[in-house]
């Protein structure tokens, strides 16, 4: 039962294009999304967040886009770079369940290739 | 200086064997995760600990044993390792989480990569 999915296994952008990776989740008592980027043999890293309050939220080049009504989210990479290749994991928490709101649920990952 | 470490990095073991997978953070965090990224690279949340004290324990089975000496480590114990225990397993750290409030940010380890033949 996977709660967040990325339905795009893989990306392949050429470098200063966009990135757009997708997110989908199916439990409403999500209210906070984070980004993670991961590369090879190491543990991922935090990307970027955006609360259930929000839409949008920036930071450089990543911008997050929420719309809760479709429980779909979206990170974009602009421009891109050959260092954004990785693999990109969506996650998802219930800030509200106390203790259980440090429970991060985690899409399948999303691999990026920037091509130079 | 790395701030969330785990040893071994690698471990290659035989089934039915008992090992310990430890962890530790100098970031000064209240609570730690042990997570599971298995051969279809999902990452699961296995354990939670916050100030030594089990939170979240995720129908892990009972051979997996989490310890949390003080709050700068929290250790995993395997007992009677099967083939399907192979994966990478992922500790991470964060404040302490407050209802109603921003996740804290979760910082992993580099992985501890598990094989079990």
């Known amino acids: 039962d996977q709660q967040v999915k990325q339905n795009s296994p893989s990306l392949s952008v050429q470098e200063g294009r966009i990135s757009i990776l997708n997110c989908d989740y199916t439990?409403?008592?999500?209210?906070?999304f984070l980004w993670y980027k991961k590369y090879p043999a190491e543990g991922p890293t935090f990307l970027i967040s955006?609360?259930?309050?929000?839409d949008k939220n920036e930071d450089g080049r990543f911008t997050v886009f929420l719309n809760k009504s479709a429980k779909h989210l979206s990170l974009h990479i602009v421009p891109s770079q050959p260092g954004d290749s990785a693999v990109y994991f969506c996650?998802?928490?219930?800030?509200?369940?106390?203790?259980?709101?440090?429970?991060?649920?985690f899409g399948g990952g999303t691999r990026v290739l920037v091509k130079p | 200086d790395t701030a969330v470490s785990q040893t071994p990095k690698y471990l290659v073991t035989q089934m039915g064997n008992d090992k310990s997978i430890k962890c530790e953070q100098n970031?000064?965090?209240?609570?730690m995760y042990w997570y599971k990224q298995d051969s279809k690279k999902f990452l699961k949340i296995m354990f939670s600990?916050?100030?030594?004290?089990?939170?979240i324990n995720e129908t892990v089975p009972n051979r997996f044993s989490p310890k949390s000496p003080d709050k700068a480590h929290l250790n995993l114990h395997i007992n009677s390792l099967e083939l399907g225990d192979s994966a990478v397993y992922f500790c991470?750290?964060?404040?302490?989480?407050?209802?109603?409030?921003?996740?804290?940010?979760?910082?992993f380890g580099p992985g501890t990569r598990l094989l079990v033949l």
């Open positions: 970031l000064g965090h209240d609570t």
């Open positions: 996650a998802a928490s219930e800030s509200f369940s106390g203790a259980a709101g440090n429970k991060l649920t």
């Open positions: 991470a750290s964060s404040q302490a989480q407050t209802p109603g409030h921003k996740q804290e940010t979760q910082y």
């Open positions: 439990n409403s008592m999500f209210d906070y």
């Open positions: 600990y916050n100030n030594k004290e089990l939170i």
């Open positions: 955006i609360s259930s309050i929000k």
